[in-house]
């Protein structure tokens, strides 16, 4: 796909995979409006992609999406920007490690509204543009863990699974309308997620970033609705589709388990 002038919304761009699509994105020509919490993190990467690519015009939009009604705040920011998206790249999310009875009830509700909610309202809000263009891109990024339930991050990993599902409805509801549609689903990689758990598990071989994004874009002239980065990843996720549910509990759980 050619990205050249066109405009890409990056949600969870200021650091781990939202900012190395920023960065590959920015590499291919395309114009970004970048999506955080953190303003100063955002601007700092706004500064250096210009600095590198002068030819590109990089907007930024401090903004919290686990918050309910976000996702109409930002298609307002948008609008007031004058641009119009064609690549929308849903990659902000957030997930509590732990059992599920110990978790604050307030945060699990905005995992929930920012890894499924939100995601669903911009597609809804940039989605029915591109499909009238016939032409653009939606790229939402799920998990190796919405292949099966994650004893010990049980609300993250039905996230995902909801991401995956939806995702790939929507890839089918959208052939022939010019629109590709397509789900990531990276392993364990080496971003900040991990240290806002507050905890250490999946330590062995996760992935860069760079990595996961290079397999995002490898596949986007593809068919498939659905991408799995890392022959190590896509051998568990093929394997879990296999595996009795009991024992595939088991084995889920294992593998989630705090290396503190």
Known sequence: MDFNNSTVLITGSSGGIGEEFAVQFARRGANLILVARRADKLAALRDGLVAEHPGIVVDVIAADLAVPGSGAELENSVQALGRTVDVLVNNAGVGLHGNFVDQDPEANAGQIQLNCGTLVDLTARFLPPMTGRRHGLVLNVASTAGFQPTPGMAVYGATKAFVLSYTEALWQECRGTGVRVLALCPGATETEFFARTGEEFLTDGRQTSEQVVDTAFAALDGSSPT????????????????????????????LLKSNT
């Open 227 to 254: 991408v799995v980065s890392g022959w190590r990843n896509r051998l568990l996720a093929s394997g879990y589709r296999v595996t009795p549910r009991k024992l595939m509990l088991t084995v889920s759980e294992r």
